[in-house]
């Protein structure tokens, strides 16, 4: 088993979860295969009861798992399906071994962070080593070295290494080198202090990323590689880029795939980037443009939507489009109108949870459905588009979610299955369910398959009583679940554009296979733009 570990200093949101995903993708490219495990350092046993404000986008995967943000990017950098087994935090280390001695299988013993814990942190990542088979795992530690909350994974990584040998495990420090404007010279202080950090708890790096505005010079590199005892070729230039996806064609000139295959004795085949190229090339080269706004009400942190940003980044190279996102507050368009949604092309309301910002999402769907606009309502947006329906065309004005009000008109409604449920975490809707598509439908032309799997994560539903008059008034619902009983998809007769899934496309797009939804919403703005 080989793993290479990946860890960040002097400040967090450095892009580790790039780092770690592009040197994935120089091995995959080698044909090996490839797996990530992310490390989350806090408490919580998953990400699903954190807000996106706290850590950017609860990512939900295949099984049903509420992970890190960063097995988005694994999953779409690698296109692979992960399970939640592959984002460790300590809330799950912690659990399994306080169950255990609860057990009473640690009788006799004072059960301690070494070796106890250290030992099931280490189990869960060799686990995964044996089930995936895959002849390289990269584990990226969250948190920044020096923080208490990492130090017993970062204990458990220098035992990993001491177990495996040194050609087995390859330690990859993440590092910010910034740059003094009134010098314009790359400050390397930083590195040093970070890696002296890592170096005190034992761990020694083989490579190091510096990330930086623009490349590091050499005399930054030769700097880095005297003071941090670090080979040369090993010091890795990682300046800004304009895509993430550019990431590992920029590794890839350094020499660092090579550089890793030798140090840890792999052998591959000579890596191909047409692909890879050429979905840069066409993200690079838009014949269009068309603007999106995305109403929500986390839009001050990017990364609350990142999932969604990435699946519009996918469309944009699939149809040559550079699409602008424009990110709307919904307590905005509450306070001052939906004048701020003018001359946008399309408009997107994604998941969501809460009363607050309700009413201007509400607005945004019904300015969309009034004006003509290419509208996508995401899980929450598809409940919001709904309850905007029954209030302004069905009449029923206090039409609501019983989430959010008391209402006589309760046309979203807790999943029947819901009701008993009285914990919070882990137990909503959650995760890959089938969806049956109507043949015929709009939904059918965008997807071509009666069949499809998308990832849900939500607790309510459209109220089953209200849907024959939803059908009537031309809110169609053309995807259901298996039983028939649970609505997955409308889409709106008479209107060029006006779509919802109860279910999150934005979690299964790919480079180079971009969400269908996405997709067709993007095609629709630029008919808009273009034909009207
Ligand atoms: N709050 C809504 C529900 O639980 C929508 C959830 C979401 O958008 N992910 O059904």
Known sequence: MKYIVVTGGVISGLGKGITASSIGKLLQARGLKVTAIKIDPYLNYDAGTMNPYQHGEVFVLDDGGEVDLDLGNYERFLDVNLSSDHNITTGKVYLTVIERERKGEYLGKTVQIIPHITEEIKRRIKKIAIETMADVVIIEVGGTVGDIESMPFLEAMRQLRMEEGEKNVFFVHTTLVPMVEVVGEQKTKPTQHSVKELRSLGIQPDMLVGRSKEPLTEETRRKISLFCDVPYEAVVSAPDAS??????????????????????????????????????????????????????????????????????????????????????????????????????????????????????????????????????????????????????????????????????????????????????????????????????????????????????????????????????????????????????????????????????????????????????????????????
């Open 243 to 532: 895509s993430i996806y550019e990431v590992p064609l920029i590794f890839e000139q350094q020499g660092v795939g090579e550089y890793i295959m030798g140090k840890m004795q792999l052998w591959g085949e000579r890596p191909d980037w047409k692909e890879w190229r050429r979905y840069l090339h066409r993200l690079f080269n838009p014949k269009d443009e068309v603007t999106v706004a995305i109403v929500g009400k986390y839009v001050h942190l990017k990364d609350s939507y990142i999932s969604h940003r990435e699946a519009f980044t996918h469309v944009s190279s699939h149809l040559q489009v550079k699409v602008n996102l424009r990110w709307v507050d919904s307590e905005e368009v509450e306070e001052k109108g939906t004048d701020i949604l003018q001359n946008v092309h399309a408009i997107l309301i994604p998941g969501g949870f809460g009363i607050r910002g309700t009413e201007g999402k509400i607005m945004a769907a019904q300015y969309a459905r009034e004006q003509g606009i290419p509208f996508l309502g995401v899980c929450f947006g598809f409940q919001m588009a709904v309850i905007e329906f029954a209030r302004h065309v069905l009449g029923y004005e206090d039409a609501h979610s019983t989430e959010l009000a008391r209402t006589s008109h309760p046309v979203i409604d807790l999943l029947p299955e819901q009701r008993d449920i009285d914990k919070l975490g882990g137990t909503m809707r959650l995760g890959a369910h089938k969806v049956i598509i109507e043949r015929g439908s709009k939904a059918y032309e965008i997807y071509k398959s009666e069949e499809i799997f998308e990832r849900h994560r939500h607790r309510y539903e459209v109220n089953p009583e209200y849907i024959d008059e939803f059908e009537k008034n031309g809110l169609h619902f053309s995807g259901k679940d298996e039983s028939g009983a649970r609505m997955e998809i409308f889409e709106l007769r008479g209107h060029p554009f006006f779509m919802g899934s109860q279910f999150h496309p934005e979690f299964k797009s790919r480079p180079l296979r971009p969400s269908p939804l996405h997709t067709a919403l993007i095609k629709a703005a630029l008919e808009y733009k273009n034909h009207r």
